[in-house]
């Protein structure tokens, strides 16, 4: 405690308390929260909110749900941050409970037949869609191959096998090393490996097609 | 990366040098993972090169695989719905309070020192009710009644003395069955009467 104490805040130097939590790498936001600084866990919202949805989200295919999911994430890192080793580093514990509660979910859902992966997206409103791939000055038949191979990606990571896609989106999507990858996953690092191989080496077959 | 490959080098990954960097499509493949993310050793990044030069095969794998991973790295990520915080701020405001009310109205020490006295109170109890229990007050035993006086034994007879010690010194067994033979056997009778027979 005495260490959490000496690493609280002193916000009379100019910077504001959210400026220089902005400034702090994670261990020390942590540091700060467990020290009393409430406000140091919303930046850990700030800071991870985007990266739990998106990785939870490429892992389970529904937005609304992943939304759900990043939520309890933090609600569970909120009550157990007390409890975890800051001889780590904070992402992976965060991704880590992620992963586990989007495994959780898949696995919940895979009990209940009527709602699948494709389906939850095929419902996916298209005002809802990200835009990335669009662009004003295409034309509307460029738009539309440029959606349409939007898709077949996202469509094409779906297919993967659960346990190489969560390999595959924490190394594609997320940037995660391999040593990172095999803490999340509770995985060896020769299992990490094979599995991203053969994830690459599937979406390649898969996407393939749509790419001539 | 399943199809066969068009170029095939029997020498092994051992024999690989600088001047001699060459590999098949198998020991390719295995290594491809590193290639992409170029972590491969200077030796065998050579050796990689090299293969793509000679095997068509592979060479399509490669420009796929990186073309495909170029896609997907290139997907928009998605942001959090603009009430995202708001319901993230209620859901922890909510466990925050069920937290607080799970919480127990003493504190843990407290609660320990309760406990831990409460149980010598009760062990002392127990202890206190189980002597109660095995302490003998008033114990009534049955009135005895004599039906006959005490007979005296008959004194043995003198072979029996000799028989006793013949085996302690040393006399040989069949002798002291010979003594034994004659010492006189008592027989208790159903009503307590003394009975004497020689046999």
């Keep these: ?212 | 990366m399943e199809g066969a490959g068009t170029s095939f080098h029997p020498m092994g990954t051992g024999n690989r040098t600088l001047n001699n960097p060459q590999m098949d499509c198998r020991e390719f493949r295995n290594k491809h993972l590193s290639y992409v993310d170029d972590t491969l050793p200077g030796v065998e990044l050579v050796g990689m090169q090299l293969h793509l030069t000679e095997c068509v095969s592979c060479a399509r794998q490669d420009a796929t695989v990186r073309r495909s991973l170029m896609l997907i790295r290139s997907l928009q990520r998605i942001e959090p719905s603009p009430g995202f915080s708001e319901r993230l701020a209620k859901k922890l405001r909510e466990a925050k309070a069920l937290d607080a009310a799970s919480k127990p109205l003493v504190r843990p020490r407290k609660f320990a020192a309760a406990v831990a006295a409460t149980s010598v109170v009760m062990l002392g109890y127990i202890a206190l009710s189980l002597r109660q229990v095995d302490t003998p007050r008033d114990i009534m035993l049955p009135p005895v009644v004599a039906t006959l006086p005490e007979s005296v034994t008959a004194p043995m007879m003198s072979p029996a003395p000799a028989m006793v010690a013949s085996v302690p010194a040393g006399l040989p067994i069949w002798t002291a069955a010979l003594f034994a033979e004659q010492v006189p056997i008592h027989f208790v009778s159903a009503d307590l009467t003394l009975v004497n027979s020689n046999r």
Aim: charged share 30%.
């Design chain 1, 1 to 212: 405690m005495a260490s959490i104490a000496r690493k609280q805040i002193v916000p009379n130097q100019g910077a504001t308390v959210r400026e220089q939590l902005r400034a702090m790498d994670d261990s020390a936001v942590v540091t700060a929260f467990l020290g009393g600084e409430e406000r140091a866990f919303s930046e850990l919202v700030e800071r991870y909110q985007a990266r739990l949805l998106n990785f939870v989200y490429r892992t389970i295919g529904d937005r609304e749900k992943a939304e759900d999911l990043v939520q309890e994430v933090f609600i569970r890192v909120y009550r157990h941050l007390h409890r975890f080793d800051r001889s780590k580093k904070f992402s992976t514990w965060a991704y880590t409970i992620a992963s586990n509660l989007a495994k959780n979910e898949l696995r919940n859902r895979s009990r209940n037949p009527l709602v699948l992966f494709q389906t939850v997206q095929k419902n996916w409103q298209d005002d809802d869609r990200p835009l990335q791939f669009e662009d004003t000055t295409s034309r509307p038949d460029d738009m539309y191959r440029k959606r349409h191979l939007r898709e077949i990606v996202e469509e094409s990571v779906a297919k993967l096998p659960e346990h190489h896609r969560n390999v595959f989106v924490l190394r594609e999507l997320e940037g995660k090393s391999y040593e990172e990858i095999a803490e999340i996953t509770d995985c060896n690092l020769g299992t990490v490996k094979s599995r991203l191989n053969r994830a690459r080496n599937s979406f390649a077959e898969i996407v393939a097609p749509y790419m001539e």
